[in-house]
C-alpha cells in the first residue's frame, strides 16, 4: 500500500510570493490534514479536510488556505509568502476517526527568500 | 487552550539502557495518545498510540498512560543508536486532531 504523497519536497519562493502544495494520502484514506513545522513552534494543525469539505480548522490567517478533490488528493495554498513562512509543510492521512492515528507524507520544505 | 509538554532534552542515554520519554497534557477529556518519532530532516513516524490506563507493550517499546495524572511516558528498552531521533508525544480529545507536544531529543550513544 502506497503511503502519503507529497510535493514539491523542496521549493524557493520569495516573499509576496504564493504557494500550492500537494498530497495525496493512503490510498482508501478520506481525511487529509496539513501541518507546519518550525523549530520555533513545533508542529501546528493548520486545517483538515473530508469528503472535499474543511472539517477542522487551526489558527492560522487566512493567507493559508486548502482544498480536497473528489479521488481525496489535497491542496493547500500559501498567498502572499512572509519569511515566517518558511517551515516544512507535513501532510497527514487519518487511519481511522476511531483511532486517531495519523500518517504523515515526507513533507515540502519550503524557503521564503 | 490545549497544552502538551516536553522536556526538550536532549536526553542522553548509553547503549543498551532504558531511555524514559515523559509528557504531561492539560485537556483532562483526553482521549487518545500517542507517541511519533521523527529523524532528523524527516517526517513524523508513528510508534505507539495508547487509549486506556496501564502500559501497553509493542517489542522494545512501551506507552504507560495515567489520566488521572494527565501523564504520559515511553520507555525504550535496550536503547540502541538507531533510537537516536525526536519523539513528539500528541494528544487527542473528541475532536480526534491531536496536539502536539515539541519533542524531545533522544541521544543513544555507544
Known amino acids: 500500500k502506497a503511503g502519503v504523497t507529497q510535493t514539491p519536497r523542496y521549493l524557493i519562493k520569495t516573499r509576496g510570493q504564493q504557494v500550492t502544495l500537494s498530497c495525496s494520502p493512503i490510498?482508501?484514506?478520506?481525511?487529509v490534514s496539513w501541518y507546519q513545522q518550525t523549530p520555533g513552534q513545533g508542529l501546528q494543525f493548520l486545517f483538515e479536510y473530508f469528503s472535499e469539505t474543511q472539517r477542522n480548522k487551526g489558527n492560522f490567517p487566512g493567507r493559508f488556505s486548502g482544498r480536497q478533490f473528489s479521488n481525496s488528493r489535497s491542496e493547500m495554498n500559501v498567498s502572499t509568502l512572509e519569511l515566517g513562512d518558511s517551515a516544512l509543510y507535513l501532510c497527514?492521512?487519518?487511519?481511522?476517526?476511531?483511532?486517531?492515528?495519523?500518517?504523515f507524507g515526507e513533507g515540502s520544505r519550503l524557503t521564503v527568500l | 487552550q490545549k497544552e502538551v509538554e516536553q522536556n526538550s532534552g536532549p536526553l542522553s542515554v548509553p547503549e543498551g539502557a532504558i531511555a524514559s520519554l515523559n509528557c504531561t497534557y492539560s485537556d483532562r477529556v483526553s482521549q487518545s495518545f500517542f507517541w511519533y518519532r521523527q529523524y532528523s530532516g524527516k517526517s513524523p513516524e508513528l510508534i505507539m498510540s495508547?487509549?486506556?490506563?496501564g502500559d501497553k507493550e509493542d517489542g522494545r517499546f512501551t506507552a504507560q498512560l495515567n489520566k488521572a495524572s494527565q501523564y504520559v511516558s515511553l520507555l525504550i528498552r535496550d536503547s540502541q543508536p538507531s533510537d537516536s531521533a525526536t519523539y513528539l508525544c500528541a494528544v487527542a480529545g473528541g475532536s480526534y486532531i491531536p496536539t502536539f507536544g515539541r519533542g524531545t531529543s533522544l541521544i543513544v550513544h555507544p
Open positions: 495508547i487509549y486506556s490506563n
Open positions: 497527514a492521512s487519518l487511519g481511522g476517526e476511531r483511532t486517531g492515528e495519523l500518517f
Open positions: 490510498s482508501g484514506h478520506r481525511s
